[in-house]
């Protein structure tokens, strides 16, 4: 008899509880966006992740312990190396990423990619430099219009992105250089996780807006992850948001893409009155993209609060055999130096109607107990070389 019929994963994209204990190699040392943003802002209503037990896993200015927590609640540690999107979902399901994704947000990209993108595609590069999407359209998209150039950026994570306006440079002309982009970016010592062509429309600045016709081009992960198995052995897997880009479509079995974080509950919720078996794998980009990236503490607040009005109503969707699983996948401490992620713990709550237990189970060294106690929980082998180990069993 399988414990619960319906997994519910939800990552607070950036949604860091404190540093790792190596954070001062990632110049990250102090880090804490749960901890910070709530010394931040004076204002911080959050009353269901109260009642699942966010303070009393974690210190909060404005939001008390409470007696009796809905459910379980613990701090995973990241194993592998690295603090991007791509790491810390992989490891979730189970691979283990020992060597980081490049990136290349201080310098832009070497000269010699730079130089091999421009002979193979006929186009110069203009931009080569980390930048925000809308930003660098108000700044370069006018100059690409006029000579067909082509607009070359990236961010803090491990991305290299290209600008197309639809009706000047053409999508089809867009997805041919950033096929190419991929390829050159294959090479070890260049190698991104994804290439994203970035379509757009206007004719001058003020007037440029990005179209839905964006498309990423990531890496499959190295080896199978816990949503092969699922898949194979013949359950639902169903992502949500950015799921899709950050697998390549690896092990899903039906993909909602979401407007917004907010959009993102809803599909979530709208997921939960239907009838299916497996795991629904959420991720909810825009306290990272919006607000981490952007040093933004008041905005990434107001989304949590915004995010916890949604969660009120997941809850009071869940059935007796449903679980909900609520963590991250990496820090992006909006009070910190910089723009780029930071290396912290994630929270780890877990919570179904059915639980007479709860409190605080013992921290975990990797992300992987995700993966591993989904596979358990459908009495599903995690694949071959994958780490981490069930805490099924603790959750009673």
């Known amino acids: 008899m399988k414990k619960y019929n319906r997994i519910f994963t939800i990552v607070i994209d950036s949604f860091g509880a404190g540093a790792m204990p190596d954070a001062a190699e990632y110049g990250d040392a102090g880090t804490d966006t749960m901890g910070h943003i709530s010394e931040s802002v004076d204002e911080f209503h959050i009353p269901n992740l109260q009642k699942l037990g966010i303070a009393n896993l974690h210190p909060l200015k404005q939001v008390a312990p409470v007696e009796r927590p809905m459910g379980y609640y613990s701090f995973l540690k990241e194993a592998s190396t690295g603090k991007d999107t791509m790491t810390g979902h992989w490891e979730m399901m189970g691979l283990h990423i020992t060597k980081p994704f490049k990136t290349f947000t201080e310098t832009g990209f070497p000269k010699e990619l730079i130089d091999e993108l421009e002979k193979r595609t006929g186009h110069k590069v203009i931009g080569n430099k980390s930048a925000s999407g809308t930003e660098i359209l108000d700044e370069l998209a006018e100059e690409e219009i006029a000579t067909g150039h082509m607009i070359v950026y990236t961010s803090a994570d491990s991305v290299l992105q290209i600008c197309g306006n639809e009706e000047t440079f053409g999508l089809d002309e867009l997805y041919r250089c950033c096929e190419i982009a991929r390829d050159i970016t294959m090479k070890d010592e260049w190698k991104v996780g994804r290439v994203i ?29 816990a949503l092969n198995a699922l898949k194979d052995a013949g359950y639902d897997v169903i992502s949500v948001g950015k799921i899709f880009d950050i697998f390549d479509g690896e092990g899903l079995t039906e993909s ?65 055999d449903d679980l909900l699983i609520i963590t991250a996948d990496h820090g992006n401490d909006p009070t910190h130096t910089g723009t780029d992620h930071t290396r912290e713990m994630v929270p780890f709550f877990a919570y179904s109607p059915s639980m007479e237990g709860y409190g ?15 596979a358990d929980n459908f009495d599903v082998k995690m694949p071959e070389g994958t780490i981490g180990a069930s805490i099924l069993d603790e959750l009673k």
């Not at 062509?197 to 080896?223: C, I, M, Q, W």
């Not at 709208?270 to 503490?297: M, P, T």
């Not at 605080?360 to 989904?374: E, H, M, R």
């Open 197 to 225: 062509a970035r379509p757009y429309v206007g004719k001058k600045k003020g007037e440029f807006k990005r179209t839905s016709n964006r498309h990423d081009y990531a890496l499959k992960p190295y080896g199978r992850t």
């Open 256 to 320: 909602n893409k979401s407007k917004s974080s907010v959009h993102g509950m809803e599909q979530t919720i709208e997921i939960s009155k239907r009838d299916f078996k497996g795991l629904c794998f959420v991720n909810l980009v825009d306290f990272d993209a919006l607000w981490g990236h952007r040093r933004n503490v008041k905005g990434y607040a107001e989304e949590l609060e915004k995010f916890d009005v949604k969660l009120g109503e997941l809850l009071g969707e869940l059935k007796e």
């Open 360 to 374: 605080k189970l013992q921290d975990s060294d990797t992300f992987a107990v995700i993966g591993a106690t989904i």
